[in-house]
């Protein structure tokens, strides 16, 4: 069996460090493996609608800066497909034949989508198209035959409910599609980035994030004005090193290498959280040395974005391209459904 991958990101925003930990820089690593034999990169605006639907332009104008901040975190068209979502009209036809497959009561009970509901208080007027998102992101994924899904933690859920669309219609129909296994960050802090602000998750809708556009006096700014240990009032005081952002950022971000670059005083982050838990160790010290490992990291995809960002056309010609190859996978995998659904009434 081929090794897949299919992963993606809504065109709801620019990406954030959050998506970078999260998925991005895993995604580049395995491009870069050599171990996929097909990667598909989807930008989900169709999906993005479902809650985006009444502001076209914002989901419109957000396909460009994910596609650039894909090509500049090092994603590269000659290894992966990247492709618009809506453009792939496939995708729709299966997510109603898969909707078929799941009840209200399944869509209601996902964690994930329960969260976003409160979230985005919709009450009790919430959208179809938003409750079946997990539908269609099964379609997304199966299309492609995918077997390796590179996601955050919030999207286990989903991950879950197409692996039981799969197996209900492989059961139904005979076997037809793949079951997907989603592929999460390592490193703990990554699986789901905390805001600025605290909040449990960095996420476009909340205003919390670090975007991997933002200038280096952004950068510094959002750092220096980040939560950190309500109790750690004066420097002498002991800290909380576990629910403190700029922690969990440092975890994710930091090495051994940039603490002799840059703070030779510890040789790694255990020793700097030692000293911060004892008391003695205050925020700013913390947050200046956060600020320059994210500046060194983020400088780099900063100045290759602007670069990539002078030839925009470019930049969508690539999606169509993307796009062409998509449907044609896509559409091979919607033609064996409908065999197996004996609906391919008119095929020679
Ligand atoms: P929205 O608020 O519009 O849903 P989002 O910030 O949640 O936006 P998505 O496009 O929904 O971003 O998610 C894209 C990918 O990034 C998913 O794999 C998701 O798990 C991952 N991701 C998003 N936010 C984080 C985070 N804070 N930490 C780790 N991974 C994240
Ligand atoms: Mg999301």
């Given amino acids: 069996m081929k090794n897949i991958i299919l992963t ?156 039981e669309i799969v197996r209900s219609f492989n059961g139904l129909y005979g076997e037809t599609l793949v079951e997907p296994k989603a592929v999460l960050p390592e490193n703990k802090s990554c699986l789901r980035l905390p805001g600025t602000d605290g909040m449990a998750k960095m996420s476009k809708s909340l205003g919390n994030c670090i975007y991997l556009s933002d200038s280096a006096d952004e950068i510094k700014r959002k750092v220096m004005s980040m939560y950190t240990d309500p109790n750690h009032l004066k420097v002498t005081d002991p800290g909380n090193t576990k629910d403190n952002p700029t922690f969990i950022y440092l975890d994710a971000f930091s090495s051994d290498e940039h603490f002799a670059r840059y703070l030779p005083e510890y040789a790694n982050l255990d020793e700097m959280k030692a000293h911060y838990e004892r008391g003695g160790l205050g925020d700013m010290k913390v947050k200046k040395f956060l600020n320059a490992v994210l500046q060194e990291t983020l400088e780099p995809i900063r100045a290759k974005r602007e670069e990539l960002a002078k030839d925009i056309p470019a930049v969508w010609a690539m999606l169509k391209e993307g796009s062409k190859k998509a449907r044609e996978v896509a559409g091979n995998t919607l033609a064996e459904v409908k065999k197996a659904m004996k609906i391919d009434y008119f095929v020679e």
Avoid: W
Avoid at 34 to 53: C, H, P, R, S, W
Avoid at 61 to 86: M, W
């Fill in 8 to 163: 993606g990101d809504r065109p709801t925003g620019k990406l954030h460090i959050g998506h970078y930990v999260g998925s991005l820089r895993r995604r580049v690593e395995l491009q870069n493996s050599g171990k996929y034999d097909e990667i598909y990169v989807m930008i989900a605006d169709a999906q993005a609608l479902t809650d985006n639907f009444d502001n076209p332009d914002k989901v419109r104008a957000n396909i460009t800066e994910v596609a650039l901040d894909y090509l500049a975190c090092g994603l590269d068209p000659n290894k992966c497909t990247i492709f618009v979502q809506s453009h792939v009209e496939q995708l729709t036809e299966l997510t109603f034949y898969y909707m078929n497959l799941v009840t209200l009561a399944r869509l209601e009970r996902n964690p994930t989508v329960k969260a976003e509901l409160k979230q985005k208080n919709f009450g009790l007027s919430i959208p179809m198209g938003f409750l079946t998102y997990p539908v269609s992101q099964t379609a997304d994924i199966t299309a492609f035959k995918a077997t390796t899904v590179p996601v955050g933690e919030d999207q286990l859920p989903m991950l879950e409910q197409a692996r």
